[in-house]
């Protein structure tokens, strides 16, 4: 079965730590990316990856860092520099940037919580 | 600055009625649109999509019509069905250089169809 797989379901994060959030997929995509949700808001950007070892900040990247090591990974540090962090995270892929039709394709999402 | 917006948070209607889910958007650059369903604590599945050289896209009961003189689009569900119960997200692409592989997305309307 191809898909996107996000652990942990749910984490939790105490003040002052960072903690990374896994997205696997094996798909084949060459592009991932990292939304966030917040209640009664639209999907955010956080940051995205069209190539392995290369990934650009998206629409609120302050506090997050990413590394794409393999095609397959990118992980999401959620640091302590996060100062409103809970929220629903969602990881998506996509066959490659640059096309016009190309759709994005999301995993089960991570709910971070701070204790 | 929202530059895709659902205004209606939700819609409530009856089973074997069309449901009607209307977005508008103000970049002109946006030239290929997206709607994704979701449920509550799951990833969004992709639902339908249209490019800006049509004005209708159809698959199965879910069609989607683009104005783009107006910058608006609808999503038509008919008939409505208790499963189609979820949050429907309109999202926009736009093409050109650190544009062409981001979404941007609105706010969702929930629709609830009651039997």
């Known amino acids: 079965d191809g898909g996107i797989t996000q652990s942990p379901k749910y984490l939790f994060r105490k003040e002052g730590q960072n903690v990374t959030l896994s997205c696997e997929q094996n798909?084949?995509?060459?592009?991932m990316y990292w939304y966030r949700q917040d209640p009664g808001q639209g999907l955010r950007l956080i940051y995205y990856?069209?190539?392995?070892?290369?990934?650009q900040k998206g629409d609120i990247a302050e506090g997050y860092s990413v590394s794409r090591e393999k095609k397959e990974s990118f992980p999401l540090t959620v640091t302590s520099a996060q100062k409103n962090p809970t929220a629903f995270y969602l990881c998506?892929?996509?066959?490659?940037?640059?096309?016009?039709?190309?759709?994005?394709?999301f995993g089960p999402g991570t709910r971070l919580l701070v204790l | 600055d929202q530059q895709v917006k659902q205004n209606s948070p939700s819609l409530s209607v009856q089973e074997g009625r069309i449901s009607i889910l209307n977005c508008d958007y103000t970049?002109?650059?946006?030239?290929?649109f997206l709607w994704y369903k979701k449920y509550p604590a799951e990833g969004p599945t992709f639902l339908i999509s249209?490019?800006?050289?049509?004005d209708k896209n159809e698959d199965g009961r879910f069609t989607v019509f683009l104005n783009k003189s107006a910058k608006h689009l609808s999503l038509h569900i008919v008939p409505s069905q208790p499963g189609d119960s979820a949050v429907y997200f309109c999202?926009?692409?736009?093409?050109?250089?650190?544009?062409?592989?981001?979404?941007?997305f609105g706010t969702g309307t929930r629709l609830q169809v009651t039997l």
């Open positions: 970049n002109s650059m946006f030239d290929y």
């Open positions: 798909l084949n995509h060459d592009a």
């Open positions: 249209i490019s800006s050289i049509k």
């Open positions: 999202a926009a692409r736009g093409l050109g250089a650190g544009t062409a592989s981001k979404l941007t």
């Open positions: 998506a892929s996509s066959i490659a940037q640059g096309l016009a039709r190309e759709t994005q394709y």
């Open positions: 990856s069209q190539i392995v070892n290369d990934f």
